[in-house]
């Protein structure tokens, strides 16, 4: 008897099975909320959303399954809730910062090392084999665990710092000015059925790899009306040049010129498909639809019989667009952090979202006219 008390207990169940459970649903559904409204470095929106619940699910089931019968306690409850949030949020840093991603390993090195060790340490006296090993490995994942998520933590608020030192682009004016080009689209003519042999001239089998810089700037504007008159902004288009841009740009809009420029080098020396070029071009005019959502709330503010209206949920993209215009990112000197910001905010997802399916749209239109043509 005396020497049964003299081991280590394996089993540390504090807590029963169905409370500990409920409590741990309960204590992931609260992490989760407050990490996605308060606490995320990006947005977990989207595709995002999913794999944050796909960590959640990953994890807290192998929380649960480390739990089932041994490890039922607080310290086990609190480190299994929090280590899903953890991770994905030290994955969401990952991609811009090589610190992050070496420390990130180093950590997870360091807190199996530390749990096996402390394990070993606390199995030490148990004489049967078998039972050494059980509570070795319930040991060892129960310390790694701990250790794990205050390591992680740290890491957590070094990536934040780092996100919160980087330097911002900011916006002086954001005043709207219209183009004189193509005022007065006509409704019809500006359609994509009513130039759809122009535009097919994007595809490969249209000619696009063979047309002088005069066709395809032709090509390109007959896509500007058709985007113009598609998204509503039929009373002006916005002009568009062909530059020298600095490597790596391909495309960008001048709100106060209202004047979308493409690099050259892509549109006309890089080879580049005519759909790619297209994608740009769409992206582009999107930033300008956005400008013009941005306008409209403006408007809608500034006048006292209208800024009741304000606060309707369809200008909420308005808004985000608002103050993401206010403190614009922009890539510099190759860098990732930079970059990825860039990528993050909505007014970039939304173009390049746009983007995607306007080719998507134009690619079946024109396949299927050269197929029955």
């Not at 204590?27 to 999913?50: C, D, H, M, P, Q």
């Not at 994890?59 to 089932?68: D, N, R, T």
Request: hydrophobic residues 45%; aromatic residues 12%.
């Amino acid at each position: 008897m005396e020497e049964i008390k003299r081991n280590p207990r394996i089993a540390n169940n504090r807590i029963s099975f169905e409370r500990f459970v409920r409590s741990f649903a309960l204590i992931e559904i609260l992490l989760v909320f407050a990490y996605a409204k308060y606490i995320a470095t990006f947005s977990v929106y989207g595709s995002r959303l999913w794999l944050l619940a796909i960590a959640i699910a990953v994890f807290a089931g192998g929380s649960l399954v480390l739990s089932w019968k041994l490890e039922r306690n607080w310290l086990s409850l609190l480190s299994g809730t929090m280590l899903p949030v953890l991770v994905f949020e030290v994955v969401s840093m990952w991609k811009y910062s090589l610190v992050i991603r070496i420390v990130s390993i180093i950590v997870g090195i360091i807190a199996i090392a530390l749990g096996i060790t402390w394990a070993s340490k606390k199995v030490s006296q148990i004489k049967r084999v078998n039972l050494r090993r059980e509570a070795l490995i319930i040991k060892a994942a129960r310390a790694s665990r701990i250790i794990c998520c205050l390591l992680l933590i740290g890491v957590c608020i070094y990536g934040k710092s780092l996100i919160a030192t980087h330097f911002t682009v900011s916006y002086s004016d954001i005043a709207y000015s219209l183009s004189d080009s193509y005022n007065d689209i006509p409704d019809y003519e500006n359609s994509l059925t009513a130039n759809i042999a122009i535009v097919a001239k994007i595809d490969p089998d249209g000619g696009w790899g063979s047309l002088s810089i005069d066709e395809k700037t032709a090509v390109l504007k007959t896509v500007v009306r058709i985007e113009c008159r598609y998204l509503g902004m039929r009373d002006s288009a916005p002009s568009l040049e062909l530059a020298y841009l600095e490597e790596g740009l391909l495309g960008q809009y001048d709100n106060e010129r209202d004047v979308i420029t493409l690099s050259y080098n892509y549109v006309v020396d890089s080879g580049s498909s005519g759909y790619s070029v297209v994608q740009v071009l769409c992206h582009e005019l999107y930033h300008r639809y956005q400008r013009c959502q941005v306008n409209l709330l403006q408007a809608i503010r500034d006048s006292d019989d209208t800024a009741k209206y304000a606060n309707l949920l369809f200008l909420d993209n308005a808004g985000v667009y608002e103050e993401e215009f206010s403190t614009y990112i922009s890539p510099d000197d190759n860098s990732v952090v930079s970059y990825y910001l860039y990528s993050s905010q909505k007014l970039e997802r939304d173009a390049e979202k746009y983007g995607n399916a306007s080719v998507v749209d134009y690619y079946e239109q024109i396949r299927s006219y050269l197929g029955s043509n």
